[in-house]
Each structure stands twice: as structure tokens, then as C-alpha cells.
């Protein structure tokens, strides 16, 4: 794709587009201020197109296709918004998400991450949020959920992930282990709906087996740092017995 312009951000889903955020005014001759969405062949997606007025930063995908931007706009299809949004799959503004006012001698937003609950961290140059003392670090509610669970039948695995959990950065991958220290190498689990499944893993009937779930998400200044996730299940063939994770 040829940009008119300066790329601050780049998100990508492991199965689909790739987003692009900046201080451009035209994608592949086409106006796409400041938000544009790629096709696997790197050209651009004409279904995707976001009213914004002002440079976007950082760009942080969500499992529901949703995501959160931050940068220097303020405002979005219209509406006054400053710093930081949520967009839907479609571009659209998120209107569930509530505006964030910040105060300080510089007032504005530097980084944030999506945290698997859904919320969202923010840095920056900033006295208080929202009417709220915060010195330079905060954590916002999305308006909406996040969805996740981990579990096995047969011999398969369900990762589920929706709502505004944070997006994948690659496909996950399973290991498996007899003790839960020493684990296998990985396989790399494939995408279905609302979530990742590992098929066909090699288990005996009655015995533990110890399978760990490990992905990365985006995050951090101009999108540019990988939180590691990694989930852990406990499962016999026969009985599920209990499942527990750790970031």
C-alpha cells in the first residue's frame, strides 16, 4: 500500500488485516485520514473507512474486532473525543465508550494496553482523569465485556476469546506435559468461531495431561511492545478436573 505520509502504528489479526495508523491523508490514492485497514495482499480495504481528524498513535485490537486508538485527534465521526477511543469492527465510534477528559500541564496520552479483563491502561503526561487524581497512569472501563474461557473435550481444546479482550498478535499455540514443568514443543492452534482450538492432541484415556495455551498481544508506545499470555489446563480424557492461568 502506498502512503501518503508518516505510519506511527501497525496491528495486525493473525488470521486477517492489518491496521495502519498515522499522519497520512490517503492510502493507495484513496482518503483514509489518519486509519486505514489492509487486506492480506497489503492493499487497501474499502469497507473500512473511520472519520478522524488528528494523528493516530496507537492502535490496540480487540477480540471482538473492536479496538482502542489513542493519539492526537479530537474528534470521531463527528463527535467531540479526545486522545483515546474505541472504534467497532466497521470504524465506527464505539459510543458505549466513554469520552476521557485528562488535565495536567501537557494533557495528553502517550501508551495504553488492553489487560484481559477488558480494561485499558494509559500513560502519559497528565494530572487527573475524568475528574480523578491520577498522576501520569490510569485504568479505564471499555463498556464492554470481556469473554474468555479455557476448556477440553475429547481430545481437544477450546480457547474461547470475545467481547473486549485483547486481540492476538499471532496464533496461539498448546504444549502439552505428564507434570506440568516439562512441556512438549508447541503446535499451533487454528482459528474458529469466537476462539482457537488444538484438535487431534495425542492423549491416552485416563491419564493427566497438563496442556499450555501461550499467545502474545500488541501494546505499548506507538504499539510497539508483546505482553505474553499463557493459560494452563489440567485434564484427564475422561474428566475434566480444573483449569487455572497466569499472565
Do not use: C
Not at 485499558?120 to 501520569?136: A, E, K, T
Not at 481430545?155 to 473486549?164: I, K, L, N
Not at 487431534?200 to 493427566?208: D, H, N, P, T, W
Request: hydrophobic residues 40%; glycine residues 12%; proline residues 4%.
Amino acid at each position: 500500500a502506498a502512503v501518503d505520509g508518516f505510519v506511527f502504528a501497525i496491528a495486525n489479526r493473525p488470521f486477517g488485516a492489518i491496521l495502519i495508523g498515522g499522519a497520512f491523508q490517503t492510502v493507495d490514492g484513496v482518503s483514509r485520514p489518519h486509519l486505514a485497514r489492509l487486506l492480506n495482499d497489503g492493499s487497501l480495504d474499502m469497507s473500512f473507512a473511520p472519520d478522524i481528524n488528528g494523528d493516530i498513535q496507537g492502535i490496540f485490537l480487540q477480540a471482538d474486532g473492536g479496538m482502542i486508538v489513542i493519539g492526537d485527534f479530537s474528534a470521531i465521526d463527528g463527535r467531540t473525543i479526545a486522545g483515546i477511543a474505541r472504534l467497532r469492527a466497521t470504524g465506527r465510534l464505539d459510543q458505549a465508550f466513554t469520552p476521557v477528559s485528562i488535565t495536567g500541564a501537557s494533557s495528553e496520552i502517550l501508551t495504553a494496553t488492553v489487560q484481559r479483563d477488558g480494561r485499558v491502561l494509559i500513560g502519559g503526561r497528565f494530572d487527573s482523569v475524568n475528574g480523578q487524581p491520577r498522576r501520569d497512569v490510569a485504568r479505564l472501563a471499555t463498556g464492554s465485556p470481556a469473554l474468555e474461557s479455557l476448556r477440553a473435550e475429547g481430545t481437544s481444546v477450546f480457547w474461547q476469546r470475545a467481547g473486549a479482550a485483547p486481540e492476538l498478535s499471532d496464533f496461539p499455540t498448546a504444549a502439552l506435559s505428564s507434570d506440568g514443568v516439562s512441556f512438549g514443543s508447541p503446535s499451533q492452534m487454528r482459528p474458529v468461531a469466537d476462539g482457537w482450538l488444538a484438535d487431534r492432541l495425542s492423549l491416552a484415556v485416563g491419564e493427566q495431561v497438563y496442556v499450555r495455551i501461550s499467545a502474545e498481544s500488541a501494546g505499548g508506545n506507538y504499539s510497539a511492545s508483546r505482553s505474553r499470555t499463557e493459560r494452563v489446563l489440567r485434564y484427564r480424557l475422561t474428566d475434566r478436573i480444573f483449569r487455572h492461568g497466569f499472565d
